[in-house]
């Protein structure tokens, strides 16, 4: 789950909902910046499905008695969290190899210099995976790596532009903003010449990009439930967040 934390209440985001949005921004993506044709509809089906093992952690959301809030996709306990990336990771193989090895690519990021016995297993048990499937898909040349590369970093600049729109309210000045975001995006393509990706909200609807990967100015929306605080107390963290009603949020991203 995707969280952020109002006076009155929490606004929750479920994970494929995430994942869905980085689809949408994914599809948006400029012509001119896509190297290779033959796999993009893969890329996109990488993207939009790359949480898809939430869909059944989220049903159901749990408190954090030590935090005094609900869990988040950031503390969620180690060993189910990744119990369910590898389930996730397998179905997406199932469908698409290659959506499969960019998931597992990205999972596998998180979990790097972890010490957790599970997650050096996981690590071990994904490089594995990794190196089957470059193998099975004929990916071990240098042009194949490269663009794997890059379809990686594209994988993690979607799903980075997506949580920067559901990790915070909308309109957040830039000196305020969550910490991972306030420097610009992590990846680096070769057309933003060295320099990083940069988010800023204009207002509580618009969000510019500098240098912009997309093609033109695109709308793009977002499902959350804001759980009031007065009803967790009330009812619990389950039922609270299945009462609470759907919202629907509208951004234009420039």
């Given at each position: 789950m995707v969280i952020y934390e109002r006076e009155?209440?929490?606004v929750m985001t479920p994970q494929h909902h995430h994942g869905l949005l980085s689809g949408d921004i994914v599809r948006l993506w400029n012509s001119a910046y896509i190297s290779d044709i033959e796999r993009w509809s893969e890329v996109i089906f990488a993207i939009t499905q790359h949480d898809c093992c939430w869909i059944d952690l989220d049903e159901t959301p749990l408190w954090n008695d030590r935090a005094k809030m609900p869990y988040t996709f950031i503390d969620f306990p180690l060993i189910p969290r990744l119990t369910f990336y590898k389930k996730g990771i397998d179905e997406l193989e199932?469908?698409?190899p290659y959506a499969g090895l960019l998931c597992s690519l990205h999972y596998h990021s998180f979990m790097i210099g972890n010490k957790e016995p599970a997650a050096v297993t996981f690590t071990k048990?994904?490089?594995?995976r990794q190196h089957r499937l470059m193998k099975q898909l004929n990916l071990l040349t240098d042009h194949e790596e490269d663009l794997i590369k890059l379809h990686f970093q594209i994988v993690q600049f979607c799903d980075n532009?997506?949580?920067y729109l559901c990790m915070q309210e909308p309109g957040t000045p830039k000196a305020d903003e969550f910490p991972w975001f306030k420097e610009g995006f992590p990846e680096i393509f070769s057309f933003t010449n060295g320099q990083k990706i940069i988010a800023e909200w204009l207002d509580s609807k618009q969000v510019a990009l500098s240098p912009s990967?997309?093609?033109s100015p695109a709308v793009v929306t977002i499902k959350l439930k804001e759980v009031t605080k007065s009803s967790i107390?009330?009812?619990g963290?389950?039922?609270a967040y299945h009462n609470a009603e759907w919202k629907e949020r509208t951004f234009t991203l420039i």
């Open positions: 009155h209440d929490w199932n469908q698409s048990q994904e490089k594995a532009l997506s949580l990967p997309l093609a107390h009330m009812l963290i389950a039922e």
